[in-house]
């Protein structure tokens, strides 16, 4: 048996402070995609089945219970202690909290306190980028502004993340743009944008990435489910050797990209988590396709959960499964020595993390 002991969740988000109905708890299972078919619901997935069998034992029911039953439990224990019981269940010691999505969701340090372990902050870029622009009148007002939030963020945060590969449909080009080219821009964006609009402008997120290259924070950025290598291949290039580390999140379908990525650039790092938790029972095999390619000491473990507690859960758990699974396979062929697999299940888990965002170990 391959032992993880320590997992730091190297990308996630808070939970729910507020109790769900069965709809909005199978809402969150389905992560954004679209309906599920009539008569069945996101329950009927590979994450509502991972679910069904590694929660339930937490709040006192067997597993693969029926939903209906779970919620119900759920109910009755009560959002803050089934929340709690699933939390310190996960077995995760450290949350890195990406505090940019709206709703009703805890901190880092709330999640903390009701998972008994640690937690620090990530600022996602473009919710900073647009709180500056509320408060700032003027284009030089909104850059200046933008620098210094931006600047005062890398002193309390562990690392940045940005979505601008999902909000832009096409690759960003990887080089940092001009001067008047941002001055242009942030004076269109602002002149067009209602209060509280997204920024989906390419110069300008082109221009925050960079901004955040200059901070040498770790950068996450997301893929969504475009493929890494044209979403962000150019940028890895031309960030190489600068001293900022770029973590590839959410490569699933295009795992093997981001890892191929991650093998090919000194500073660039691929996360595990959701690919892991999109599976569920596979989970194991699509591990093993992304060890086959990137060195491990570039791969992070990560839940990606929001909203749900379980889906903290299933993300550790599944990851701890399927590394065990594949490792100790290899170990069994003889591929592998067991010291040699505990060295690097510990390095996926929690040391990469621990060296990437400069945390110190518990």
């Given at each position: 048996m391959i032992e993880t002991p320590s997992l730091v969740d190297q990308h996630c988000h808070g939970v729910l402070r507020t109790e769900l109905g069965l709809g909005t708890f199978e809402a969150h299972l389905g992560r954004g995609e679209g309906p599920p078919a009539p008569g069945t619901t996101f329950f009927d997935t590979q994450t509502g089945f991972a679910v069904r069998r590694w929660c339930p034992p937490l709040l006192g029911l067997e597993p693969h219970c029926p939903p209906a039953r779970y919620l119900a439990r759920r109910r009755e224990?009560?959002?803050?202690?089934?929340?709690?019981?699933?939390?310190?269940?996960?077995?995760?010691?450290?949350?890195?909290?990406?505090?940019?999505?709206?709703?009703?969701?805890?901190?880092?340090?709330?999640?903390?306190?009701?998972?008994?372990?640690?937690?620090?902050?990530?600022?996602?870029?473009?919710?900073?980028?647009?709180?500056?622009?509320?408060?700032?009148?003027?284009?030089?007002?909104?850059?200046?502004?933008?620098?210094?939030?931006?600047?005062?963020?890398?002193?309390?945060?562990?690392?940045?993340?940005?979505?601008?590969?999902?909000?832009?449909?096409?690759?960003?080009?990887?080089?940092?743009?001009?001067?008047?080219?941002?001055?242009?821009?942030?004076?269109?964006?602002?002149?067009?944008?209602?209060?509280?609009?997204?920024?989906?402008?390419?110069?300008?997120?082109?221009?925050?990435?960079?901004?955040?290259?200059?901070?040498?924070?770790?950068?996450?950025?997301h893929t969504g489910a475009a493929d890494p290598q044209r979403s962000f291949g150019a940028f890895a290039r031309a960030t190489a050797g600068l001293g900022t580390d770029l973590v590839l999140l959410h490569g699933y379908p295009h795992h093997r990209a981001a890892a191929h990525l991650a093998g090919a650039f000194p500073h660039v790092y691929a996360d595990l988590g959701p690919a892991l938790v999109r599976t569920g029972a596979r989970a194991a095999a699509v591990l093993a396709e992304i060890l086959e390619l990137a060195p491990f000491g570039k791969l992070l473990f990560s839940s990606g959960a929001h909203g749900l507690p379980e889906l903290h859960v299933v993300g550790a758990t599944l990851f701890r499964e399927a590394l065990s699974r594949v490792l100790g396979t290899w170990v069994a062929e003889g591929a592998w020595s067991l010291a040699d697999a505990q060295r690097v299940a510990a390095m996926i888990a929690a040391d990469n993390a621990r060296r990437v965002y400069g945390l110190t170990h518990e």
């Amino acid at each position: 048996m391959i032992e993880t002991p320590s997992l730091v969740d190297q990308h996630c988000h808070g939970v729910l402070r507020t109790e769900l109905g069965l709809g909005t708890f199978e809402a969150h299972l389905g992560r954004g995609e679209g309906p599920p078919a009539p008569g069945t619901t996101f329950f009927d997935t590979q994450t509502g089945f991972a679910v069904r069998r590694w929660c339930p034992p937490l709040l006192g029911l067997e597993p693969h219970c029926p939903p209906a039953r779970y919620l119900a439990r759920r109910r009755e224990l009560g959002v803050l202690e089934s929340g709690r019981r699933l939390l310190r269940g996960s077995g995760i010691t450290t949350y890195l909290v990406d505090t940019g999505l709206p709703g009703d969701l805890t901190g880092p340090g709330e999640l903390a306190t009701t998972g008994a372990a640690e937690a620090h902050e990530i600022v996602r870029l473009e919710l900073l980028a647009e709180q500056v622009a509320d408060t700032s009148g003027t284009v030089d007002s909104f850059l200046a502004n933008l620098a210094e939030s931006v600047h005062g963020a890398a002193a309390g945060a562990v690392a940045f993340t940005s979505v601008a590969g999902v909000r832009e449909d096409r690759p960003l080009p990887p080089e940092p743009p001009g001067p008047g080219e941002v001055r242009g821009a942030a004076g269109r964006w602002l002149a067009g944008r209602q209060v509280g609009g997204e920024l989906a402008d390419p110069v300008l997120l082109r221009h925050l990435l960079w901004i955040a290259v200059a901070s040498g924070l770790p950068l996450q950025l997301h893929t969504g489910a475009a493929d890494p290598q044209r979403s962000f291949g150019a940028f890895a290039r031309a960030t190489a050797g600068l001293g900022t580390d770029l973590v590839l999140l959410h490569g699933y379908p295009h795992h093997r990209a981001a890892a191929h990525l991650a093998g090919a650039f000194p500073h660039v790092y691929a996360d595990l988590g959701p690919a892991l938790v999109r599976t569920g029972a596979r989970a194991a095999a699509v591990l093993a396709e992304i060890l086959e390619l990137a060195p491990f000491g570039k791969l992070l473990f990560s839940s990606g959960a929001h909203g749900l507690p379980e889906l903290h859960v299933v993300g550790a758990t599944l990851f701890r499964e399927a590394l065990s699974r594949v490792l100790g396979t290899w170990v069994a062929e003889g591929a592998w020595s067991l010291a040699d697999a505990q060295r690097v299940a510990a390095m996926i888990a929690a040391d990469n993390a621990r060296r990437v965002y400069g945390l110190t170990h518990e």
